[in-house]
Every structure is written in C-alpha cells, then in structure tokens.
C-alpha cells in the first residue's frame, strides 16, 4: 500500500520558473505588436508636419507612402497640400468639397488627420 504525501506538498514541479517564461513571451508579444502600430511615428516622415501650401515628394509607394517636404520650386516637390483636416478620419469624400484637390493622405490613431493634395506645378 503506498502512503499519501503530506498536506501542502505537491506533487508537480514548481510552475514559478514556467509562469515566468509565459509573462515575459506576452511582454516581448505586446512589445512588437506596439512597435509595428506606431512604426509611423518611428520613421523618420514629414506626414505629421505638413500644412496647406507646403509641397512635397512620395519616396514610398502609393500604398506606403513616405513623404518628404520639398520647396515648391524644387523638381522632386511632386505635390501639393491644399488643406489638412484635423480630427478627421479618411472617408472617400474627405476631400471632395476641397477645390482642386487630386488626392488624400490620412493618419488614424489618437491624432488622426487628412491631408489633400494636388499635383505641383514647378
């Protein structure tokens, strides 16, 4: 016949050491996840700053954009900001009653904004 332990001993190993393990994979999992959702405050873009009349160049693409300002003078200032709506988030009509605007650009997140724009004549 076999004896039953004592009251208070366990008989699986300490989980301390596993439980550790299991907290810091979460921490390093909201770590990345934070990273990748404020990238674009990371890289180094002039979206935040530019207002109505400032120019400035696309160096992403037309899915990823990454913008540049430029002097309007300037061959590479491909476009320019009309307006920049604060608070507001991009819908199709963002910009439809802006005149002559060709374009928009947005940021959601706790400051969102909608920039639009229209090509720049040099």
Partial sequence: MTTLPPLGDSLQPDNRLRRLWIFAGVLVGVCVAAF???RQFITDDDHTTVTAGDCFENT???K???IRKRDCGDPKADYKVLKK???TYFTPFACSDVEGSTGALSQTGTKPFVVCFTGNRH
Wanted: glycine share 8%.
């Fill in 36 to 38: 990748f959702i404020n």
């Fill in 60 to 62: 992403g693409t037309t």
């Fill in 64 to 66: 990823n954009p990454e």
């Fill in 85 to 87: 709506l604060e608070d």
